[in-house]
């Protein structure tokens, strides 16, 4: 079974940048689109961002241009640079795949605030 293991998320000030990690295990991650997701309190879980086996990528209307989904087949890991952050931004962070899309990890906190 895949296992996601979330990293890097933190407190930063509007306008901060962060660099999400995602370890994926268990899996044939070459072979599989991957994606980034997040949960503001409140809230329900949204897609953020989707990178292919291809290495095309998607984003949600609202990341679009100040994040960046990109992937390292050879150490399985998919990240999330995310710049210009906002206050909205606010959220956990989850990585995806398609290969067990009901797996989810622990995700990892993001807080924009000054």
């Known amino acids: 079974q895949v296992q996601l293991v979330e990293s890097g998320g933190g407190l930063v000030q509007p306008g901060g940048s962060l660099t999400l990690s995602c370890a994926v295990s268990?899996?044939?991650?070459?072979?599989?689109?991957h994606q980034w997701f997040r949960q503001a309190p409140g809230k329900q879980r949204e897609w953020v961002a989707t990178?292919?086996?291809?290495?095309?990528?998607a984003y949600v209307d609202s990341v679009k241009g100040r994040f960046t989904i990109s992937r390292d087949n050879a150490k399985k890991m998919v990240f999330l640079q995310m710049n210009s952050l906002k206050p909205e931004d606010t959220a956990v962070y989850f990585c995806?795949?398609?290969?067990?899309?009901?797996?989810w990890g622990q995700g990892t906190q993001v807080t924009v605030s000054s």
């Open positions: 990178i292919t086996k291809g290495l095309n990528t």
């Open positions: 995806n795949t398609h290969e067990e899309p009901d797996v």
């Open positions: 268990g899996g044939a991650f070459i072979n599989y689109n």
